[in-house]
Nanobody, 116 residues
């Protein structure tokens, strides 16, 4: 079973950039869709961006035009480039894989903090 490990979180000032990376222990070809979700304190986990095996991409309205998701099947990674960060982007960011046989896998998350 694929295991997901996120990295790249940290503290950044508003307007800055961060790049998150999700590394899979196995082949992400087993993932139909992969994505990034986030959860702020006291809030529900929400979708940030997803990308299918065919390259179809979906973004939350709140991040469209600022964030870019990419998938590298050869390296078994999914990255999230985050630009023009805002304090409201502060959250724990989770990597997600929806497998072809119906499983939903999650990483442990990486903290992103944007100071004003």
């Amino acid at each position: 079973q694929v295991q997901l490990v996120e990295s790249g979180g940290g503290l950044v000032q508003a307007g800055g950039s961060l790049r998150l990376s999700c590394a899979a222990s196995g082949s992400i070809a087993s993932c139909n869709a992969m994505g990034w979700y986030r959860q702020a304190p006291g809030k529900q986990r929400e979708l940030v961006a997803t990308i299918t095996s065919g390259g179809r991409i979906n973004y939350a309205i709140s991040v469209k035009g600022r964030f870019t998701i990419s998938r590298d099947n050869a390296k078994n990674t999914v990255d999230l480039q985050m630009n023009s960060l805002k304090p409201e982007d502060t959250a724990v960011y989770y990597c997600n894989c929806n497998t072809w046989n119906g499983y939903i896998l999650w990483g442990r998350g990486t903290q992103v903090t944007v100071s004003s």
